[in-house]
């Protein structure tokens, strides 16, 4: 099993900044995993925003956040964060962390993600 705790949303006005973080643990969460940051706001469907692999420098971000996100771990510790700048009400929603063993960036979606945070809400205000 493996345990996903986001921390960092809140509110805040539209062009400032928030940094998500998520805690990872567990007895099988190894370095072999690939981490994502997904959102979904009301009404709509969960979406891809970043990922990137546990060992390695690539990532993958979605185009509406490309240039103003940045995904990025600390190994020592076990998490992943999200420097969001720039913000926009549309980028409100609810954060989620989540985690696959060897999946490749190009396939990450959220189908199949088999471990999920319980979310951060992230409010931008206009």
């Known amino acids: 099993q493996v345990q996903l705790v986001e921390s960092g949303g809140g509110l805040v006005q539209a062009g400032g900044s928030l940094r998500l973080s998520c805690a990872a643990s567990?007895?099988?969460?190894?370095?072999?995993?690939?981490m994502a940051w997904f959102r979904q706001a009301p009404g709509k469907e969960r979406e891809f925003v970043a990922g990137?692999?546990?060992?390695?420098?690539?990532?993958r971000y979605a185009d509406s956040v490309k240039g103003r996100f940045t995904i990025s771990r600390d190994n020592a510790k076990s998490s992943v964060s999200l420097q969001m700048n720039s913000l926009k009400p549309e980028d409100t929603a609810v954060y989620y962390c989540?985690?696959?063993?060897?999946?490749?960036?190009?396939?990450?979606?959220?189908?199949?993600?088999?471990?999920w945070g319980k979310g951060t809400l992230v409010t931008v205000s206009s």
């Open positions: 567990g007895r099988t969460f190894s370095v072999s995993y690939t």
């Open positions: 989540a985690t696959a063993p060897s999946m490749p960036l190009s396939r990450v979606v959220a189908h199949g993600m088999d471990y």
């Open positions: 990137m692999y546990w060992s390695g420098p690539a990532t």
